[in-house]
């Protein structure tokens, strides 16, 4: 009885959040290892972030320890916590997503003494790893020349459509000749998983080397607003086909309608409530004015990105594009020092960016890549993976460098990554096809940075105009 009583007041007097802070600065610890090391060999940061994770979950894994056990599950254990509220049979629910021996060691681990000290610390990692590429892509958008974007619009629309098309051709004929066995199903979500893009990265890589203002970073930018839209078509279509066996034209109608409807708003509406929510927040200090305003702007223009079923990093790269420091100007003239909605913002995206990485290479399960068949597959799927993307180069004008554009497009990272899991849970895609299509999605993600810096470095891409 006294002991019981000892460890209720000893945790009465524990502040409960301790654990989520150690082990969220241990993941910030081991990405600023990585970041120093990948600037000591001249790579990009991103890489040594990635690798860095890969280390770290791959290590940690094999020593068992409990929280990168649920880290490399990612969401999907998130799924088994909020099924098991609902009064399902953790048991059951772990099975039906995990298999039996997984599924053991997770109901393990979130039903042991320290489950919910785990939990807590995974989804706060989880938490801060969505809105790191969040801001991410937001300093992206600020950085971001709209008339720039106009320009070379008719540029982005055609890399975009090939490089969704010819990815999708290719990954559906890699996936027939490499797997005759598979069903027509199958081979259609390996095609839609080639044709996604992941733009983090490339904008990551972008920034670091002051490229992202070039012609061939707007490109590749607007690429990627138009790559989300079609990717989701593709989604739609392939979904509708296996769930319902007929595609469903109401559904790719309301996406198409929708995305369409969030950026036309964007444009139209999104200028209007910022000059409104300046002249309020204008009353504040201003360094508060401007952060106040980017924050509850962007986090709003991320939601209804979801909301019209896009990606929240495309509603906060339309945030970056439409706020301006520009929208202040009346209420700093009694400032003596300018300062900027990027300098405000950019400590949040240092801190948090790479977490975000970090947590990308930690869900990368090196163990998986051990049999022969799932490493020929996953070969033959890269080389149509890059191929396709390097193809979508090929829409850009003749002026411009079509390999940096290409280069741009190859990364998957973790919209690859959610095309899988979705194919995954439909029963189309069994755990070998999985593991190949997760190394695919790596080497893609992990490549891309020192190819893009090196092409750039090789020629330099032309600036554009300010």
């Known amino acids: 009885m006294n002991n019981a009583l000892a460890m209720t007041e000893q945790g009465l007097h524990g502040d409960p959040i301790a654990p989520v802070i150690l082990g969220v600065t241990g993941?910030?610890?081991?990405?600023?290892?990585?970041?120093?090391?990948?600037?000591?060999?001249?790579?990009?940061?991103?890489l040594g972030e990635l690798f860095m994770g890969i280390l770290l979950g791959n290590a940690a894994w094999y020593l068992e320890v409990d929280l990168i056990t649920v880290l490399r599950e990612g969401p999907r254990v998130f799924e088994l916590v909020s099924a098991s509220l609902s009064g399902?049979?953790?048991?059951?629910?772990?099975?039906?997503?995990?298999?039996?021996?997984?599924?053991?060691e997770i109901v393990r681990i979130i039903s042991g003494p320290h489950g919910g000290e785990v939990m807590q610390v995974a989804q706060t990692v989880d938490v801060f790893s969505r809105y790191g590429v969040i801001f991410l892509l937001f300093v992206v958008g600020l950085e971001t020349e709209i008339s720039e974007m106009r320009r070379v619009g008719a540029d982005s629309i055609r890399v975009a459509v090939l490089g969704v098309i010819v990815p999708f051709a290719f990954g559906f004929a890699a996936a027939g000749l490499l797997m005759p066995e598979l069903s027509l199903n199958s081979m259609l979500f390996v095609a839609a998983t080639l044709g996604a893009t992941s733009v983090g990265i490339t904008a990551n890589v972008l920034v670091e080397l002051g490229r992202n203002r070039s012609v061939e970073g707007h490109i590749i930018l607007g690429a990627a607003i138009c790559d989300d839209v079609l990717g989701l078509i593709i989604l739609a279509v392939v979904s509708g086909i296996i769930v319902s066996g007929s595609v469903d034209l109401l559904h790719i109608g309301l996406v198409v309608f929708m995305s369409a409807l969030f950026v036309s708003g964007a444009a139209v509406f999104g200028p209007k409530i910022v000059q409104f929510s300046a002249a309020i927040m204008g009353r504040l200090d201003i360094v508060e004015a401007k952060m106040f305003t980017s924050y509850l702007f962007v986090m709003v223009l991320a939601w209804i990105a979801n909301l019209a079923g896009?990606?929240?990093?495309?509603?906060?790269?339309?945030?970056?594009?439409?706020?301006?420091?520009?929208?202040?100007?009346?209420?700093?003239?009694?400032?003596?020092?300018?300062?900027?909605i990027r300098e405000l913002i950019m400590p949040l995206e240092v801190v948090l960016v790479p977490i975000f990485f970090i947590l990308m290479g930690i869900q990368v399960k090196l163990e998986s890549f051990l049999s022969v068949p799932v490493l020929f597959v996953?070969?033959?799927?890269?080389?149509?993976?890059?191929?396709?993307?390097?193809?979508?180069?090929?829409?850009?004008?003749?002026?411009?460098?079509?390999?940096?554009?290409?280069?741009?497009?190859?990364?998957?990272?973790?919209?690859?990554?959610?095309?899988?899991?979705?194919?995954?849970?439909?029963?189309?895609?069994?755990?070998?096809?999985?593991s190949a299509i997760v190394l695919m999605v790596m080497v893609t993600t992990l490549i891309s940075p020192p190819l893009l810096k090196a092409a750039i470095n090789r020629r330099g891409s032309r600036m554009a105009p300010d």
Not at 36 to 43: K, Y
Not at 93 to 102: M, Q, R, Y
Not at 317 to 334: C, P, R, T
């Open 378 to 434: 996953a070969g033959g799927l890269l080389i149509a993976a890059i191929l396709g993307k390097l193809a979508s180069g090929l829409g850009a004008r003749r002026q411009v460098d079509r390999l940096v554009i290409g280069i741009g497009m190859i990364p998957r990272g973790e919209v690859g990554l959610v095309f899988a899991a979705i194919g995954r849970a439909l029963d189309v895609i069994d755990d070998a096809l999985f």
């Open 27 to 46: 993941i910030l610890f081991f990405a600023v290892i990585g970041r120093f090391l990948a600037r000591r060999f001249g790579q990009p940061t991103v």
């Open 88 to 104: 399902i049979s953790v048991h059951e629910v772990a099975t039906a997503i995990f298999g039996a021996d997984k599924g053991n």
């Open 310 to 340: 896009l990606a929240t990093i495309v509603g906060a790269f339309a945030a970056g594009v439409v706020l301006s420091d520009s929208y202040f100007k009346e209420y700093e003239k009694s400032r003596k020092n300018f300062v900027s």
